[in-house]
Protein backbone atom coordinates (compact mmCIF):
# COMPACT_ATOMS: atom_id res chain seq x y z
CA UNK A 1 0.00 0.00 0.00
CA UNK A 2 1.15 3.01 -0.69
CA UNK A 3 2.05 5.70 2.60
CA UNK A 4 -0.88 8.43 1.84
CA UNK A 5 -3.37 4.80 3.15
CA UNK A 6 -1.73 4.80 6.39
CA UNK A 7 -1.93 8.65 7.36
CA UNK A 8 -3.36 8.71 10.64
CA UNK A 9 -6.63 10.75 11.16
CA UNK A 10 -7.10 13.95 10.40
CA UNK A 11 -8.19 16.48 12.87
CA UNK A 12 -9.26 20.42 12.98
CA UNK A 13 -9.16 22.92 15.92
CA UNK A 14 -10.55 26.11 15.60
CA UNK A 15 -10.28 28.58 18.18
CA UNK A 16 -9.94 32.25 17.96
CA UNK A 17 -7.58 31.87 21.37
CA UNK A 18 -4.49 30.94 19.07
CA UNK A 19 -2.20 29.47 22.66
CA UNK A 20 -5.54 27.13 23.47
CA UNK A 21 -5.44 26.43 19.65
CA UNK A 22 -2.06 25.38 19.78
CA UNK A 23 -2.02 23.79 22.87
CA UNK A 24 -4.82 21.15 21.90
CA UNK A 25 -3.34 20.48 18.49
CA UNK A 26 0.11 20.37 20.44
CA UNK A 27 -1.59 16.69 22.75
CA UNK A 28 -3.91 16.03 19.59
CA UNK A 29 -0.34 14.91 18.03
CA UNK A 30 0.92 13.54 20.73
CA UNK A 31 -1.76 11.08 20.46
CA UNK A 32 -1.08 10.37 17.46
CA UNK A 33 -3.40 11.91 15.25
CA UNK A 34 -2.63 14.86 12.24
CA UNK A 35 -3.99 17.70 13.96
CA UNK A 36 -4.44 21.27 11.84
CA UNK A 37 -5.40 24.43 14.02
CA UNK A 38 -6.93 27.43 12.56
CA UNK A 39 -7.56 30.68 14.82
CA UNK A 40 -10.22 31.98 11.40
CA UNK A 41 -13.25 30.27 11.62
CA UNK A 42 -14.35 31.51 8.12
CA UNK A 43 -11.28 30.35 7.06
CA UNK A 44 -12.03 26.68 8.74
CA UNK A 45 -15.37 27.03 6.78
CA UNK A 46 -13.64 27.15 3.59
CA UNK A 47 -11.11 24.58 4.16
CA UNK A 48 -14.18 22.24 5.64
CA UNK A 49 -16.09 22.63 2.15
CA UNK A 50 -13.17 21.10 0.30
CA UNK A 51 -11.09 18.83 3.04
CA UNK A 52 -12.06 15.81 4.78
CA UNK A 53 -11.05 15.82 8.37
CA UNK A 54 -12.35 12.83 10.28
CA UNK A 55 -13.18 14.84 13.46
CA UNK A 56 -12.90 18.75 14.45
CA UNK A 57 -12.84 20.39 17.71
CA UNK A 58 -14.53 24.38 17.51
CA UNK A 59 -14.51 26.83 20.09
CA UNK A 60 -18.06 27.14 20.97
CA UNK A 61 -17.54 31.59 21.06
CA UNK A 62 -15.71 33.02 18.04
CA UNK A 63 -16.25 35.88 15.55
CA UNK A 64 -18.82 34.71 12.74
CA UNK A 65 -19.16 31.89 12.78
CA UNK A 66 -19.04 30.88 15.92
CA UNK A 67 -19.13 27.28 17.31
CA UNK A 68 -22.67 26.29 16.54
CA UNK A 69 -22.51 27.95 13.07
CA UNK A 70 -19.71 26.09 11.95
CA UNK A 71 -20.68 22.85 13.44
CA UNK A 72 -23.93 23.63 11.61
CA UNK A 73 -21.73 23.94 8.12
CA UNK A 74 -19.86 20.76 8.93
CA UNK A 75 -23.06 18.79 8.95
CA UNK A 76 -24.77 20.55 5.78
CA UNK A 77 -21.55 20.05 4.28
CA UNK A 78 -20.88 17.14 1.41
CA UNK A 79 -17.67 15.72 2.33
CA UNK A 80 -17.59 15.97 6.59
CA UNK A 81 -21.26 15.58 7.02
CA UNK A 82 -20.36 12.70 9.51
CA UNK A 83 -17.31 14.22 10.87
CA UNK A 84 -16.96 13.77 14.67
CA UNK A 85 -17.72 17.46 16.31
CA UNK A 86 -16.25 18.31 19.43
CA UNK A 87 -17.24 21.78 20.86
CA UNK A 88 -14.78 23.14 23.13
CA UNK A 89 -16.49 25.69 25.77
CA UNK A 90 -16.41 26.88 29.17
CA UNK A 91 -19.81 26.99 29.66
CA UNK A 92 -22.20 24.45 30.91
CA UNK A 93 -25.48 25.67 30.14
CA UNK A 94 -28.29 23.16 29.21
CA UNK A 95 -29.88 24.79 27.08
CA UNK A 96 -27.26 26.15 24.55
CA UNK A 97 -25.73 22.43 25.09
CA UNK A 98 -29.14 21.00 24.30
CA UNK A 99 -29.17 23.40 21.07
CA UNK A 100 -25.61 22.13 19.83
CA UNK A 101 -26.52 17.94 20.68
CA UNK A 102 -29.40 18.90 17.79
CA UNK A 103 -27.05 20.50 15.44
CA UNK A 104 -24.54 16.89 15.58
CA UNK A 105 -22.06 17.69 18.03
CA UNK A 106 -21.18 14.58 19.69
CA UNK A 107 -18.77 15.53 22.25
CA UNK A 108 -17.86 18.26 24.62
CA UNK A 109 -14.54 19.97 25.56
CA UNK A 110 -14.57 22.25 28.68
CA UNK A 111 -12.44 24.83 29.42
CA UNK A 112 -9.72 25.60 31.05
CA UNK A 113 -8.42 22.92 28.44
CA UNK A 114 -5.87 20.38 30.00
CA UNK A 115 -3.89 17.70 28.98
CA UNK A 116 -5.66 14.80 31.00
CA UNK A 117 -9.13 16.29 30.24
CA UNK A 118 -8.24 16.33 26.51
CA UNK A 119 -6.57 12.83 26.93
CA UNK A 120 -9.68 11.60 28.81
CA UNK A 121 -12.43 12.96 25.94
CA UNK A 122 -9.91 10.94 23.14
CA UNK A 123 -10.09 7.74 24.68
CA UNK A 124 -14.09 8.30 24.66
CA UNK A 125 -14.43 9.64 21.09
CA UNK A 126 -11.12 7.70 19.52
CA UNK A 127 -13.56 4.73 18.37
CA UNK A 128 -15.89 6.97 16.74
CA UNK A 129 -12.79 8.69 14.94
CA UNK A 130 -11.72 5.59 14.01
CA UNK A 131 -14.62 4.58 12.42
CA UNK A 132 -14.80 7.83 10.51
CA UNK A 133 -11.43 7.37 9.27
CA UNK A 134 -12.04 4.11 8.09
CA UNK A 135 -14.89 5.01 6.28
CA UNK A 136 -13.20 7.46 4.24
CA UNK A 137 -9.71 4.86 4.16
CA UNK A 138 -8.63 5.08 0.20
CA UNK A 139 -7.71 1.98 -1.25
CA UNK A 140 -5.60 2.35 -4.41
CA UNK A 141 -7.60 0.00 -7.21
CA UNK A 142 -8.41 0.23 -10.64
CA UNK A 143 -11.99 -0.79 -11.71
CA UNK A 144 -14.06 -0.36 -14.98
CA UNK A 145 -16.53 2.34 -13.78
CA UNK A 146 -19.44 4.28 -15.97
CA UNK A 147 -20.71 7.02 -15.16
CA UNK A 148 -24.33 8.73 -17.12
CA UNK A 149 -25.46 12.28 -17.23
CA UNK A 150 -28.42 13.32 -19.07
CA UNK A 151 -27.41 12.49 -22.34
CA UNK A 152 -23.89 11.97 -21.91
CA UNK A 153 -22.39 9.14 -21.29
CA UNK A 154 -18.62 8.59 -19.62
CA UNK A 155 -16.50 5.43 -19.51
CA UNK A 156 -13.67 5.35 -16.88
CA UNK A 157 -11.39 4.09 -14.34
CA UNK A 158 -11.24 3.92 -10.74
CA UNK A 159 -8.24 4.85 -9.37
CA UNK A 160 -8.69 4.76 -5.77
CA UNK A 161 -12.11 3.91 -3.68
CA UNK A 162 -13.57 4.40 -0.50
CA UNK A 163 -17.15 3.30 0.98
CA UNK A 164 -17.97 7.02 0.60
CA UNK A 165 -16.58 7.35 -2.70
CA UNK A 166 -14.14 7.11 -5.39
CA UNK A 167 -11.38 8.75 -7.64
CA UNK A 168 -11.82 8.58 -11.66
CA UNK A 169 -9.89 8.76 -14.28
CA UNK A 170 -11.26 9.29 -17.65
CA UNK A 171 -11.16 10.95 -20.53
CA UNK A 172 -12.54 13.97 -19.52
CA UNK A 173 -14.42 15.27 -16.55
CA UNK A 174 -17.99 16.51 -15.72
CA UNK A 175 -17.88 19.75 -13.54
CA UNK A 176 -17.94 19.56 -10.00
CA UNK A 177 -21.58 18.95 -8.40
CA UNK A 178 -22.92 17.01 -11.64
CA UNK A 179 -25.23 14.25 -10.24
CA UNK A 180 -24.04 10.81 -12.13
CA UNK A 181 -25.63 7.64 -12.20
CA UNK A 182 -23.10 5.23 -11.49
CA UNK A 183 -22.54 1.55 -12.40
CA UNK A 184 -19.42 0.43 -11.10
CA UNK A 185 -17.94 -3.24 -12.04
CA UNK A 186 -16.41 -4.51 -8.63
CA UNK A 187 -15.80 -7.68 -9.87
CA UNK A 188 -14.83 -10.07 -13.28
CA UNK A 189 -18.35 -12.10 -13.56
CA UNK A 190 -20.10 -10.31 -10.95
CA UNK A 191 -23.83 -7.69 -11.30
CA UNK A 192 -22.00 -3.96 -11.19
CA UNK A 193 -23.19 -1.96 -8.44
CA UNK A 194 -25.57 1.03 -9.52
CA UNK A 195 -26.40 3.77 -7.58
CA UNK A 196 -26.50 8.08 -7.84
CA UNK A 197 -23.79 9.36 -6.72
CA UNK A 198 -22.43 13.43 -7.26
CA UNK A 199 -19.08 14.89 -8.91
CA UNK A 200 -17.48 16.86 -5.54
CA UNK A 201 -14.04 17.79 -6.74
CA UNK A 202 -12.31 17.29 -10.49
CA UNK A 203 -8.50 17.02 -10.64
CA UNK A 204 -6.72 18.15 -14.17
CA UNK A 205 -8.67 17.66 -17.23
CA UNK A 206 -8.82 13.86 -16.67
CA UNK A 207 -9.71 12.99 -13.05
CA UNK A 208 -13.10 13.49 -10.80
CA UNK A 209 -13.64 12.98 -7.27
CA UNK A 210 -17.01 10.69 -6.88
CA UNK A 211 -19.20 11.35 -3.62
CA UNK A 212 -21.63 7.95 -3.58
CA UNK A 213 -25.17 9.54 -2.49
CA UNK A 214 -27.63 6.56 -2.45
CA UNK A 215 -26.86 2.87 -2.60
CA UNK A 216 -29.69 0.95 -1.26
CA UNK A 217 -29.07 -1.50 1.93
CA UNK A 218 -28.15 -4.64 -1.16
CA UNK A 219 -25.31 -2.76 -2.66
CA UNK A 220 -23.88 -1.09 0.25
CA UNK A 221 -23.63 -4.11 1.97
CA UNK A 222 -22.10 -5.84 -1.44
CA UNK A 223 -19.68 -2.70 -1.52
CA UNK A 224 -18.48 -2.95 2.53
CA UNK A 225 -18.10 -6.53 2.01
CA UNK A 226 -15.49 -6.07 -0.98
CA UNK A 227 -13.94 -2.99 0.37
CA UNK A 228 -13.57 -4.28 4.11
CA UNK A 229 -10.24 -6.70 3.44
CA UNK A 230 -8.85 -4.37 2.27
CA UNK A 231 -9.30 -1.35 4.27
CA UNK A 232 -7.90 -3.42 7.51
CA UNK A 233 -4.91 -4.35 5.09
CA UNK A 234 -4.30 -0.77 4.57
CA UNK A 235 -4.80 0.60 7.91
Not at 194 to 210: H, K, L, N, S, Y
Not at 219 to 231: G, K
Amino acid sequence: MEEQDKLPAQILVVDDHAPSCELISEILRSAGFEANSLSSSAEAAERLTREKFHAVFLDMRMPPPDGLELARHVRNSHINASTVIVMITGEQERTLMKRAFEIGVQFFLFKPVERHKLLKLIRVAENSIERERRRFTRVPLQRQVFLEWDDKHLEGTTVDLSSEGMLVQSYLVFSTGTPVKVTLQLQSGSTPLQFEARVVRTVGTDRMGIQFKSLDAKENSRLQEFLLPLILSAT
